[in-house]
């Protein structure tokens, strides 16, 4: 159980940069979950941490250690595969003690672990069996056994559950916070899927373009995305976007829509905004800052429903409006049946303000 | 249960009423060229064991002798011998070889080193020769004459000649030398070809769990390759049962029968001695050999479990 | 046996390839010598004649060449006749049993070249016509008699004709060995006298192939041993006849134990190997045949060739001699007189200017004076030498007893073996299949 420190981290490959300048100190016990879309270089850093990819630029500490050139072996570092990657040969007892080989433990000392290691994983009866022989889940579970018995430093999962079915996706996703909870451990953890972020993360690093977009804990990442790149990748459904400009409006600001009303804008912000006053800004709302209101009121977004899901708990309604489409996150009593033109008043309290030409949200507190 | 043999039996009118349905039709061709070309000629090798018969052609009459006189020649215990050291070696050494070569061009490869395909090719350039060829080639290198090729290097270097073919035990190793040579190539492209489609991912995984590279090799590389080295093996020892064209033209069987294996010994019986019966039954006794050899192989062939 | 360029069975291959290469547009313009055939395609009377690679078909233009002329001459005089050439290919064993296999199922062509080795195996199995009518008594009595014996059955009829020989003998460079030695004695001397000079000394035939037994059944014939008894039995392991084996045996082994050979003639499987060692000057004494001596004329610049000379094999002593002699013969394997009768005029067609032409040993005394090509002194050795000729024994057996003598001969000079065991050991396994015949 180590602190992980990556400072100016970066990895090429023929001179193409494939990750740079990764700056992130990851606390002892701390589980931070790397996420982006596919190529953003999350798995690359994950791999440099590992010790399977060379380290082009910067350093890498585990530790009070600089374990750049350290083999991964050395590095005391555990490692779950996206395809598991269990020795097809060997039982699963045998999978799970292949990483005690180094650790010149006693017979006694290798089946108590993995019987442990088994225990927690409530995998005991498949320990003679071969990975061949196992369902997916439960293979995902030997792999996790592999990296627990170890006791390593960090824990590394590589998009451990996108093997898996949306059921058993979920049960994993506890499984493993679970565990971590149960056993202690610095975990860096890389995943696509935001909702495994946002439930899994003590902090998430939002990555983009090989470099790191954000970094934060789940919610603060949630509410005050930095980049208009952020507040649309963390979150789902969608953010919705209008454009519009930043005008004066009597003593106050309002955010005037290309196509629709002006949201004034709350006091608390007028002083932050002031300078951007006259420029053109894209106007960013979750779906959630969304709400019908009777049609009368003002001033409220002019939309037609072209799709409504219910979710039981909410309903999530999808919506054209002039210059926009977008969807809101209604309560199942007030939601329109699709086709239904409604009235959407929106929360000038969850407004985000974004700069179109660098997709920076202006920042206001 | 009931129902399903009762759905069987409705259907089985409108099955039976095409001659054309069901398996057989579809087997009938390979079974014919099995048959004709496999079958056929095995099954008349067995016949004529039990014959007298001769190339010389004398009138055919069935009989164990021929059989009983094979079995009694007091050349055969040599040749047997001969056989088990010259096979047993040549797919050990090819075996070995063909993995180490496959190893180094596959780490090659991902290193990105220049010249492993050059390196592959000029392996299997060895393969493609005759195996006349190849003896005549090596019995040039270890010709022991003042001019012979590896000798005369040896003088260079101020190392006395070895006596590669005259002395009946390095005979024996100086064919073996020869044979390998020339069938690793055939191992080093099988095996290389399974290296490769090991799933790099379980290297990672043993590289975390800190395996160092021999532990890889013993590890993960040669359990994946399990099954690929024991069919290897298989078709190297029926390979290697089978050869005679090296031998011959490298030593003849000599000094004496140093080197004469039951390949060679049958064609010899058959085409020197025009014994066909002789030669018929020798070439029985080979069937049997390589049949129990391959079923042994077989008994280490993992299960299809593990291969996935 | 051995043909005048003995070759392994690759370069008999490599020969045949080339010779199709060369052959075809040698004979495009040659209308009555085409690649299957010797005359009109229109003939009405057609002989099949199942020939070797060499002569007709040499790999040598030049010699295909004349005997392109010496056949198109032959089937001027015989209008109406076609003959069918069919080759035989360089696996000499496996084609000499299949023409012995068709022709007992009425397969097999009416005339063909036929290996003087396989004489018996041949006249045993009943399929050769005889000759008799087409030959003169005079010209029968003139073969030299181990050639007569041969070809004749115990009728007296004439089966084939022997059309060339080959023998044994001892070379030697003059520069190294001025005299021929003529006992084993002496030839021990001299090549020991040669390896003091720093060479390999006497070199022969001793790896696993036909010439090694043949060339070393001359030192047992020279003693008057015999190999069989008139029924074909091995006896060379009983009585008298152990005795001069073994003193053959011990005569070679005596000459690599003493170092007066090197140990590896167990590895000469070839007689091309030493005219190599010969051309290369490592070697000045060895046991060849005679057709080797062509191959050094011609491989070796004038002034070294000349130091090469002949001399008939040495003997235990200078008065017990023999040398063994192969050759090839050609025989009529149809009913048809006529056909007979052309097969015969073929024979004798390679006999005379078919060998003047190559320079291979005729068969009978009268035609090395009739032709001027036989005027070297080389051939007086030989033509000497041929009077002590030893044909092997007209046995089917005798490619075993060959097998056990090459086998047993590689166990004494690798001195993995002492003779007498090795004898007894070969003796064992002979007699066990000559009860199985």
Redesign the interface.
Known sequence: MAPVSLRGLGKSYDGQEAVRGIDLEIAEHEFVVLVGPSGCGKSTTLRMIAGLETISSGELRIGDRVVNALPPGERDVAMVFQNYALYPHMTVGQNIAFGLRRRNLSRQQVREAVADAARLLEIEPLLKRRPGALSGGQRQRVAMGRAIVRRPKVFLFDEPLSNLDARLRTQMRTEIKRLHQEVPTTTIYVTHDQVEAMTMADRVVVMKDGAIEQVGPPLEVYRNPRTRFVAEFIGSPAMNFFDGRLVAEGDGLAFRMDAGPALTIPPERRAAYGPIVGEKLTLGLRPEALAIVPRGETPHLAATTRLVEPLGVETLVYFDAPGASGCARLSPDRAPRAGEPIALGLDPAMMHLIRPDTGAVVPWN | MNKLSGAALRQSPTRRASPLSGPLPWLLPVLLMIGVFYLYPILDALRLAFT?AS???REETYTT??IL?ML????LGTVLRNTAVFTGASVIGQVLLGLAIALLVVRGERNRLPGMLALRTIVLTAWVIPG??NG?IW?ML??????GAINSALRLLDIPPV?W????AN?MISTIIANVWQGTAFSMIVLYAAIKSIDPVLYEAAAVDGARPWERLWFITLPQLRAALIVNAILVTIQTLNTFDAI??L????????T?VLSLFTY?TV?????LAGGSALSMLMLLISLGLACVYALFLPRPEAIR | MARPSKT???ANCLGATALSLIALPAFAQESLVTRDRVGPADAENVLTFRLTAYDLYSADPATAEGFAELFTDFIQQHPGWRIDTQLQTG?L??EQ?RI??QS?AGRGPDCAMIDSAQLA?FK??GVLAPMNDFFTEAEIADLFPFVRDGVSDEEGNLLALWWFTDLRVLYRNTEYVPEAPQTWEETEAAALATVEQGL?GILFN????EGTAFDWMAFFWAQGGELVDENGRPIFHEGENREKFLRALEFVDGLVESGAA??????I?TYD?IT??AA?G?TALFIGGNWQYAQLQSTLPPEEAAKWEVSELPGPTAEERATGTGGWAIAALTDDPAKVEICAGIAKLYAGPGNAFQRLLPTSAALYDEYDEFAGAEFGVFAAALENGQARPGV?FY??IS?QI???L??V??Q??EPEQALD?AA??LI??YD?L
């Open positions: 007298n190339l010389i052609g002798r021929s006189a009694a020649n007091p050349a006349v060829a005549i019995s270890f010709n022991e004459a003042p001019y006596a073919l005259s002395n009946p005979a011959i033209s030593t003849g069987g000599g000094p004496g029968r140093a004469e010899n085409f020197y001695s025009y014994d | 392994s069975l690759i696996n064993n496996e049993a012995l296999e007992q195996t045993q199995a390999e001793g790896g696993r192939t090197p140990q590896r003639v167990t590895t499987t190997d190599a060692s290369a490592t089917p490619p075993e097998t090459q086998v047993l590689g166990e000079l690798s993995s073996k050991d064992a396994a066990a299949a199985r």
